[in-house]
Each structure stands twice: as structure tokens, then as C-alpha cells.
């Protein structure tokens, strides 16, 4: 059976820093220093499994081309770097259905959730608005223990593998704490808001122009 696996190129080629702390760009030295991260990623998911179908996409997402790029898909894992990818991949998936592994970290902490759909609650539902950039710094700026992209990339595939298959309780409706420092997991609660401007709507009411956008949008991204 061929599995397909959906790749997309947010920020060009690959960078010492992806190459040091990211298995799919895993290489001795830096050979693929300048490659698209797409074809990095192809290159390493290939020589694990063949029969792997890489579908690459070197385009940045955005609300003119993220419908068409990611419809027919049955799961989205999640890994973006930034809130306007996080937003617009929300609004998109909420729209098509599709469910999304989302998982991110920061230092010595991670975080995973499952949001599925109108089975539960939606990225806005958990972050209406994007945090102030002084209590989520970038990872550039702040530093991620360099295992921590791997940690977490396992329990994303484990929650996939749960959704794909329909076994155990995959993390709708929780967020899951990773603190690798005290090797601790803390799980919360997340509930549907009622009021949320995305998921609390229609599907097909959620227009392009508003996709990804969120108050104070331009002054964010501008900043």
C-alpha cells in the first residue's frame, strides 16, 4: 500500500539549525544545506521507506492556495513555526473537516492536541488571539532542546496512527503539557467556545478573506 505524505516549504532551504535539530533533514555534515526543505525531507523519508509517496509543495501557505493544497487529505500534522500558518491551517481544516495533530515547542516544553472538526474544539478555541511575543519567543530566540522536535513528532504519529485506525482516545478536547525538564506530562481540559468566530459557524460561511486573520492581525505581523 502506497502512503502519501503531504510536505510543504515554509521558509526556504534548509539551515544549519533545521539540519542539527530536525530528523528529516538528518544528514552528516551539511550537504543539504541548500536544499529546499521539501526535498531534504523527501530524501530522508525515502530512504527509510520507499514506498512512501512524497507530495511536496514549495510554496508558502497562504489563503489563496491552502483549500486546493491540502483538501483530500484525511489527517494534517501540524508543526508550523508561526500563529498566521497556525490560524489559516485551523480555519482551512475546520472547513474541510479535515482533523489536525498539532504540536509545538519552545525551550524545554512541548504541547500536543488533536482538533478535530466540530467533535471538538478548534485552535481559536484554545488561542483566540496569538499570546505576546514576550511569553512565545521564537525558538531562534529563545533555543529548543534539540531531542524535543523528535518527542514530540512521536506522540503526533501515535495520535495519526489512533485517528487512522479509530483505537483508544486520541487528544480531542485535551492539551497535553510536556515539561522535559521534570519529565512530567500535564493534561488539560479545552472546550468548545460557543462564541468562536470560526467553529461555531457553518463550514461553508467561513470565507477566504477572513481565513488566518485574528485582532490585531496586521499589527502582528508587521511587529
Given at each position: 500500500?502506497?502512503?502519501?505524505?503531504?510536505?510543504?516549504?515554509?521558509?526556504?532551504?534548509?539551515?544549519?539549525?533545521?539540519?542539527?535539530?530536525?530528523?528529516?533533514?538528518?544528514?552528516?555534515?551539511?550537504?543539504?544545506?541548500?536544499?529546499?526543505?521539501?526535498?531534504?525531507?523527501?530524501?530522508?523519508?525515502?530512504?527509510?521507506?520507499?514506498?512512501?509517496?512524497?507530495?511536496?509543495?514549495?510554496?508558502?501557505?497562504?489563503?489563496?492556495?491552502?483549500?486546493?493544497?491540502?483538501?483530500g487529505y484525511d489527517v494534517i500534522v501540524d508543526g508550523a513555526?508561526?500563529?498566521?500558518?497556525?490560524?489559516?491551517?485551523?480555519?482551512?481544516?475546520?472547513?474541510?473537516?479535515?482533523?489536525?495533530?498539532?504540536?509545538?515547542?519552545?525551550?524545554?516544553?512541548?504541547?500536543?492536541?488533536?482538533?478535530?472538526?466540530?467533535?471538538?474544539?478548534?485552535?481559536?478555541?484554545?488561542?483566540?488571539?496569538?499570546?505576546?511575543?514576550?511569553?512565545?519567543?521564537?525558538?531562534?530566540?529563545?533555543?529548543?532542546?534539540?531531542?524535543?522536535?523528535?518527542?514530540?513528532?512521536?506522540?503526533?504519529?501515535?495520535?495519526?496512527?489512533?485517528?487512522?485506525?479509530?483505537?483508544?482516545?486520541?487528544?480531542?478536547?485535551?492539551?497535553?503539557?510536556?515539561?522535559?525538564?521534570?519529565?512530567?506530562?500535564?493534561?488539560?481540559?479545552?472546550?468548545?467556545d460557543p462564541n468562536c468566530p470560526i467553529c461555531?459557524?457553518?463550514?461553508?460561511?467561513?470565507?477566504?478573506?477572513?481565513?488566518?486573520?485574528?485582532?490585531?492581525?496586521?499589527?502582528?505581523?508587521?511587529?
Open positions: 500500500m502506497t502512503r502519501r505524505f503531504f510536505c510543504y516549504d515554509l521558509r526556504g532551504p534548509v539551515t544549519a539549525i533545521a539540519i542539527s535539530v530536525d530528523p528529516a533533514h538528518d544528514t552528516p555534515g551539511s550537504a543539504r544545506r541548500f536544499l529546499a526543505k521539501v526535498d531534504s525531507a523527501e530524501q530522508t523519508i525515502n530512504s527509510l521507506n520507499p514506498d512512501v509517496e512524497v507530495v511536496k509543495y514549495k510554496t508558502r501557505l497562504d489563503a489563496s492556495n491552502i483549500m486546493e493544497i491540502i483538501d513555526d508561526n500563529f498566521p500558518t497556525r490560524y489559516l491551517l485551523n480555519d482551512a481544516t475546520v472547513r474541510l473537516g479535515i482533523p489536525v495533530v498539532s504540536a509545538s515547542i519552545l525551550g524545554f516544553d512541548g504541547q500536543l492536541s488533536v482538533f478535530a472538526p466540530y467533535e471538538g474544539p478548534c485552535y481559536r478555541c484554545l488561542y483566540p488571539t496569538p499570546p505576546p511575543a514576550e511569553l512565545a519567543p521564537s525558538c531562534g530566540a529563545n533555543g529548543v532542546l534539540g531531542v524535543l522536535p523528535g518527542t514530540m513528532g512521536m506522540l503526533q504519529a501515535t495520535e495519526v496512527i489512533k485517528l487512522i485506525t479509530g483505537s483508544g482516545e486520541p487528544l480531542i478536547g485535551r492539551l497535553l503539557l510536556y515539561d522535559a525538564l521534570g519529565a512530567t506530562f500535564t493534561e488539560l481540559k479545552v472546550r468548545r461555531s459557524r457553518d463550514p461553508d460561511s467561513i470565507s477566504e478573506e477572513e481565513m488566518g486573520k485574528f485582532p490585531d492581525y496586521e499589527a502582528f505581523c508587521a511587529g
